[in-house]
């Protein structure tokens, strides 16, 4: 099974709103990614989690607020958002940094976020 | 100069026909390669991992140029359902990072 579930499939918020993103995997991966996709544009990486840990924050604004509860969940909240950080939000998995050399991410069907 | 660099295309070819994609990477010592292919409006699944050694999957073949820094992804009888954009993913070493290339964009007509 290499399957990584988002919910929800769709968000519509607007900017005064808090909303969550939910990321879960059951492949025992340590590593769990949060990516923002524009259209026609490949994924930018916003934040990575190691082993439950926050190790890379690609100088995201404060508004996303990234959030790992245990080593299946994976959250970003979301709060006073601008029209421009509408795009599809992917979570990813992977096995965990380091452990393998062809370390392979598997995605989630992503969040489609409307900020109006 | 990108880390990671493809033609964004599209490349228009008719079913059957055979289509090549290269992609060049900037650090010499990344040592994990994928191609990804996105279908429109859904996440992005893994195609192919690329080994040094070249590897084939049915229809599909990655090979890797370590001297000239490119991946590259064949396709042969191409069919109307290999549409898609089929993206590049080169990990940065001494990071848990990924790098996307651009993306090049397939249609296979009928």
């Known amino acids: 099974d290499t399957e990584v579930t988002q919910t929800p499939k769709h968000l519509v918020m607007g900017m005064t709103n808090k909303k969550s993103l939910k990321c879960e995997q059951h492949?025992?991966?340590?590593?769990m990614y949060w990516y923002k996709q524009k259209a026609k544009k490949p994924p930018e990486l916003m934040f990575v989690?190691?082993?439950?840990?926050?190790?890379i924050n690609e100088s995201v604004p404060s508004r996303f607020s990234p959030e790992c509860p245990n080593s299946s969940l994976l959250n970003l909240h979301l709060h006073a958002l601008q029209p421009e950080d509408s795009a599809l939000y992917l979570c990813?998995?992977?096995?965990?940094?380091?452990?393998?050399?062809?370390?392979?991410?598997?995605f989630g069907p992503g969040t489609r976020l409307l900020v109006l | 100069r990108k880390e990671v660099e493809q033609d964004p295309g599209p490349f228009n070819v008719p079913e059957g026909a055979t289509v090549a994609f290269n992609c060049t990477y900037s650090?010499?010592?990344?040592?994990?390669f994928f191609w990804y292919r996105q279908d429109c409006r859904k996440e992005p699944k893994l195609l192919m991992s690329?080994?040094?050694s070249g590897n084939e999957d049915g229809r599909f073949t990655a090979q890797l140029n370590r001297a000239s820094q490119y991946i590259s992804l064949l396709i042969r009888d191409s069919k109307l359902s290999d549409s898609a954009t089929y993206l590049c993913?080169?990990?940065?070493?001494?990071?848990?990072?990924?790098?996307f290339g651009t993306g090049t964009r397939l249609k296979v007509l009928a």
């Open positions: 492949m025992g991966h340590r590593a």
């Open positions: 993913v080169v990990n940065k070493p001494g990071t848990y990072k990924y790098i």
């Open positions: 650090n010499s010592a990344s040592q994990s």
């Open positions: 989690y190691s082993y439950e840990k926050l190790s």
């Open positions: 990813a998995s992977s096995l965990g940094p380091g452990l393998q050399l062809q370390e392979t991410q598997y």
């Open positions: 690329v080994y040094s």
